[in-house]
């Protein structure tokens, strides 16, 4: 069974960079697609961006386009999220998801998920 453990959070002010990253353990094939949603207090889970395991393609949520980036490191089992120009909106509990599959930015779509690393971006 996979397990995918999250890291990069943190608290930063508005115009900073973060980056998160997120490993896998287990074998990783290139039909799986990695995802970052995040959860901000009293609202719904949100799709952030999503790569295929082979890197040729990605997608983002249209909040966040030209401001994150997702890649993987496939000698590594990891994805990061590199985000940049962070805005106080971008606050929220960030979690990474696995699914056998080409890409979603639905949640329900993932069956594997991480414990979640706290972004908090300060005005």
């Known amino acids: 069974q996979v397990k995918l453990v999250e890291s990069g959070g943190g608290l930063v002010q508005a115009g900073d960079s973060l980056r998160l990253s997120c490993a896998a353990s287990g074998l990783m094939r290139s039909s799986y697609t990695m995802a970052w949603f995040r959860q901000a207090p009293g609202k719904e889970c949100e799709f952030v961006a999503a790569?295929?395991?082979?890197?040729?393609?990605?997608n983002y949520a249209g909040s966040v386009k030209d401001r994150f980036t997702i890649s993987r490191d496939n000698a590594k089992n990891t994805v990061h999220l590199q985000m940049n120009s962070l805005k106080p909106e971008d606050t929220a509990v960030y979690y990474c998801g696995r699914r056998l599959g080409s890409i979603s930015t639905a949640a329900f779509d993932f069956r594997s998920w991480g414990q979640g690393t706290q972004v908090t971006v300060s005005p």
């Open positions: 790569i295929i395991w082979t890197g040729s393609s990605t």
